[in-house]
């Protein structure tokens, strides 16, 4: 039995998918392929189910699934103890990220951290489904850390750490009844047509556990993935929004509004696996969004 038969093996247990295993390993198929069969081999027992579409645990690669991460990790641990002592870190980090939210730059954070640690690969990803999603794919180890606004109870099996905050503010068209108003409450709201994120995003599941917590219906007609475009549909009359006030500042063509009688923070935080220990890598990447984003924590 080799690191890498079982590496291969945790690839595709959580990929559920050997094509997506080798891609996630940037090495061909064939070679996963046979490094699992050769472990099956060693173990003398079928790790694997292997379907047309996905590929499934047997019950002896269910329970050796555990046993090979925790090896990984002590073999990961061995390696940053000796890079350390040279000075230096290496290794990978996959990343979560949301194609939305701009009031931390990730970017030039994630260019900090390659300039103080160019052995480091960094990879990220996005989910379709936002927030859940990447809490969905932490959960199956398949990312390291994510950025997540998270909205509702904090979900088993993942950490937070609070980065930031704003507000999500209503967005009207110029003209709107209620733009006349400085304020507006949470019950005026009702029925009204709303343009918002899709399901398991974060500033929509703000919005739905305000709007439920007040009692108030309310309609989603129209859902987007990018922020930046929502005033437009706005704008054009096709509904109303609640959108995070950072991004609102001098838009044409709309009018923004607080809204009363509910709690509408909309919160960033940076979601790490509950039950294993960050990567040495992992950690410098928490310590440097932590010094730049929220030097108190």
Avoid: C, W
Wanted: hydrophobic share 45%; charged share 20%; no cysteine.
């Amino acid at each position: 039995m080799e690191l890498r038969h079982l590496e291969y093996f945790v690839a595709v247990a959580e990929e559920q998918n050997f094509t997506r295993a080798a891609e996630r390993l940037h090495i061909v198929q064939s070679a996963v392929s046979a490094a699992v069969k050769q472990l099956e081999r060693s173990l003398g027992s079928q790790l694997l189910e292997r379907g047309s579409r996905r590929v499934s645990l047997t019950d002896a690669g269910a329970e050796l699934l555990p046993h090979a991460r925790a090896t990984l990790d002590a073999a990961r641990d061995a390696r940053d103890a000796v890079a350390r002592v040279r000075g230096g870190l290496g290794g990978s980090l996959r990343i979560g990220v949301l194609t939305s939210i701009r009031f931390v730059d990730v970017p030039a954070l994630l260019g900090e951290y390659h300039r103080r640690h160019p052995g480091v690969q960094l990879h990220t990803r996005t989910a379709p489904t936002g927030t859940q999603g990447l809490f969905e794919l932490l959960a199956e180890h398949r990312l390291d850390l994510a950025f997540v606004t998270p909205g509702g109870p904090r979900p088993a099996g993942v950490q937070l750490i609070d980065l930031a905050s704003s507000m999500l503010d209503l967005v009207l068209p110029q003209g709107h009844p209620l733009a006349a108003q400085e304020s507006v409450a949470i019950q005026q709201l009702a029925d009204l047509n709303f343009i918002d994120a899709p399901v398991g995003y974060g500033s929509r599941s703000v919005a739905d556990l305000a709007f439920a917590s007040a009692g108030v219906r309310r309609r989603v007609v129209i859902e987007i993935t990018e922020y930046a475009i929502g005033p437009d549909y706005v704008r054009n009359g096709l509904g109303v929004a609640l959108f995070p006030r950072y991004g609102l500042a001098g838009v044409p063509g709309i009018a923004v509004r607080p809204v009363t009688g509910a709690d509408l923070t909309f919160p960033l935080a940076l979601a790490v696996p509950a039950d294993r220990a960050p990567s040495a890598a992992a950690r410098a990447l928490i310590g440097l969004i932590q010094e730049r984003v929220n030097p108190d924590k």
